[in-house]
């Protein structure tokens, strides 16, 4: 009877050291499959002449304006492939670094399942005025809105890199120098300064600037708009239109809300051609920098300074003059946004911080 109640303490014992934190599984973890290497140019794909290299990572943690802090799994998530020049901002001239194809999560996969619980939601509910704060522990730190992850037309762009080929010139065979940690890669810009290495944290923040919100404005008119910096004082007004060619975008106008609204060509100007003497470019305005797009109404949205001034697609973002008209005079037109809600109209306002 003492033999049995020892070896039943013993294996009383051993559950609670070892059950309620281990889980004892023979199961393998799935063998990761790199891609062929096409060494004979067989296919017309020029992003897989070279071997894939991996950059293993395997979660990211999110906090801030949500349920917590939540750790993703990134190795349970898509892999999707993005092709990339890193180029570095320097004072004089910037330097380029070397051409990739990046395969990995995305930022819109990441962050899908993830609820956003505004802290201004009560005062303005619409997601436009959301970013994401990602960093590293290094104390590296980067900035993306929540409308250029959610809205862009070409999705799933903005990805941490946990697989890398060079990308080597046919005739010159120039192999660039290969990274060795897995990075964020945002493909859609010029300079890859918020490119950094070992991303461990993504923090959901909303824009700290208040505006009052007023939806009986009617008619909704702004007769000038006021250019502030980082210090919030007016640094200019422009009440009439800047000369600059205009440019033309052919446009299906469709809200995510109320749907479609017009099919009609926007016809402006360019928006950072109107802010590049206040603005210029920097390493910290391209990693940090944000502005803010302000109504009359209240209604505003959130613009990262890369996403607007250091673009390769060229899907910039247009100001247009509307005229004395209900929504009128100036609106905005973020060209590469799916959906219109970014639009807004009768700009009292564009403010700009580095965060």
């Given at each position: ?8 303490l013993?294996?009383i014992t051993i ?5 309620k ?5 023979n ?11 096409d ?5 017309n ?14 979660k ?7 349920k917590?802090?939540i750790e ?8 999707h ?16 670094i ?13 962050l ?18 959301a ?7 290094a ?5 993306f ?5 959610f809205?862009p037309i070409h ?28 990075r ?17 944290r993504?923090?959901?923040?909303s824009l700290?600037q ?7 404005i009617?008619?909704m ?5 006021g250019i ?7 640094i200019?007004?422009?009440s ?10 052919p ?5 995510r809300g109320r749907?479609?609204h ?13 802010l590049?003497s206040f603005?210029?470019?920097?390493r910290e305005?391209l ?5 803010t ?6 209604y505003?949205?959130a613009?990262t300074?890369s ?34 809600d970014?639009?807004v109209?009768?700009?009292n ?7």
């Open positions: 009877m003492k033999k049995i109640l020892v070896s039943n013993v294996i559950f609670f050291l070892f059950g934190c281990t889980t004892i599984s199961e393998k973890k799935p063998t990761v499959l790199l891609p062929a290497v060494t004979n140019d067989a296919t794909d020029f992003y897989d002449n070279e071997a894939t290299h991996l950059l293993p990572l395997e990211i943690i999110v906090d801030g304006e949500t917590g802090q993703i799994d990134l190795t349970s998530l898509p892999l492939s993005v092709i990339v020049k890193e180029t570095a901002w320097t004072a004089d001239s910037n330097k380029f070397g051409a990739y194809r990046y395969d990995g999560p995305s930022l819109y996969d990441i899908n399942t993830v609820p956003l619980i505004k802290k201004n939601a009560e005062q303005f509910n619409p997601i436009i005025d970013f994401v704060e990602i960093s590293n522990d104390g590296e730190k980067v900035i809105s929540w409308g250029e992850i809205y999705r799933h762009e903005i990805i941490i890199g946990t697989r890398v080929m060079q990308i080597v010139p046919s005739k010159t065979k120039e192999y660039w120098p290969l990274p060795e940690e897995p964020l890669i945002a493909a859609a810009d010029l300079l890859t300064e918020r490119n950094i290495s070992n991303p461990s993504i923090t959901i923040k700290d208040y505006f009052e919100v007023n939806r009986e009617n008619p008119f702004s007769e000038s708009m502030y910096d980082n210090d919030e004082q007016e200019s007004r422009i009439d239109m800047p000369e600059d060619n205009e440019i033309s975008y446009n299906i106008f469709y809200g749907g479609i017009a099919v009609t060509p926007f016809n402006g100007v360019l928006l950072k051609n109107q590049a603005f210029p470019l920097s305005a990693k940090t920098g944000m502005f797009i302000s109504s009359v109404d209240g505003r949205a613009f300074y996403e607007v001034m250091n673009r390769n697609d060229q899907s910039e973002v247009l100001l247009i003059d509307q005229g004395e008209t209900d929504g009128g005079r100036f609106i905005i037109y973020p060209s590469a946004d799916f959906f219109s970014r639009a109209k009768s700009i306002g564009i403010w700009y911080h580095e965060l």
